[in-house]
């Protein structure tokens, strides 16, 4: 079955240090994941999406089909990087999107 | 560009009764999904639309239908309305064969049953 896992609910950093959300995904083939945030009271939207291998506000993700694996990182976490983050895999024929969990990352002064 | 709009921002119902949420897609976008999002949980595929026609569904009863129009605009029903309904409810616009772009969601319906 396709699926998204988000292990950590809450990922508290400081400010200036590095940050990593962890995303594993379950899929049979070449997957296209991505990242969307939501930011206090903001609607979702996307942040980032593996094939365009862009880095957006300082983020990147990369791709590890070894370990099926899609973690968003940022070297140097700042406060307005504090939302909710959501892993997504659009699935075989491209019609459904597979959400994670969420992590709320929480970055403190 | 408005970008997605939905309608109403919240709704209170009651067991048993039926509701129907509304949502714009993005200018020029002719795609429109819909998600169920409980508290605490990432979105649930509940269906999506194109061309008039429901073209996939995640796993929820036929309670939950829906319907697109000839301006891409869309319609979430739900009937008989249960306790567990209670969500946030997403509308999702894309480009046709564009899903690799990612969606434009709208700011969705809170929908309380009770």
């Known amino acids: 079955a396709q699926r998204v896992t988000q292990p950590e609910k809450l990922l508290s950093v400081f400010k200036g240090a590095p940050v990593e959300l962890k995303c594993n995904y379950s899929?049979?083939?070449?997957?296209?994941l991505f990242w969307y945030v939501q930011y206090s009271r903001q609607r979702l939207q996307l942040l980032l999406r593996?094939?365009s291998r862009e880095s957006i506000k300082g983020f990147t993700a990369d791709l590890n089909k070894g370990e099926t694996s899609f973690h968003l990182k940022k070297p140097f976490a700042q406060e307005e990087d504090s939302a909710m983050y959501y892993c997504?895999?659009?699935?075989?024929?491209?019609?459904?999107?597979?959400f994670g969990a969420g992590t709320r990352l929480f970055v403190k002064a | 560009d408005a970008g997605v709009t939905q309608s109403p921002t919240h709704l209170i119902k009651t067991r048993g009764q039926q509701v129907t949420l509304r949502c714009s897609p993005k200018?020029?976008?002719?795609?429109v999904s819909w998600y169920q999002q409980a508290l605490g949980q990432g979105p649930q595929f509940i269906f999506q639309?194109?061309?008039?026609?429901?073209?996939q569904r995640g796993n929820f009863p036929d309670r939950f239908s829906g319907h697109q129009f000839p301006n891409y605009s869309s319609e979430l029903n739900v009937n008989a309305l249960l306790l567990g309904d209670s969500a946030l409810y997403l509308c999702?616009?894309?480009?046709?064969?564009?899903?690799?772009?990612?969606?434009?969601f709208g700011s969705g319906t809170r929908l309380t049953v009770v």
């Open positions: 593996h094939i």
């Open positions: 639309y194109y061309e008039e026609e429901e073209r």
């Open positions: 200018s020029g976008h002719d795609t």
């Open positions: 999702a616009s894309s480009l046709y064969d564009r899903e690799n772009y990612g969606y434009t």
């Open positions: 997504a895999l659009l699935n075989t024929g491209g019609f459904k999107t597979i």
């Open positions: 899929y049979s083939g070449s997957p296209e």
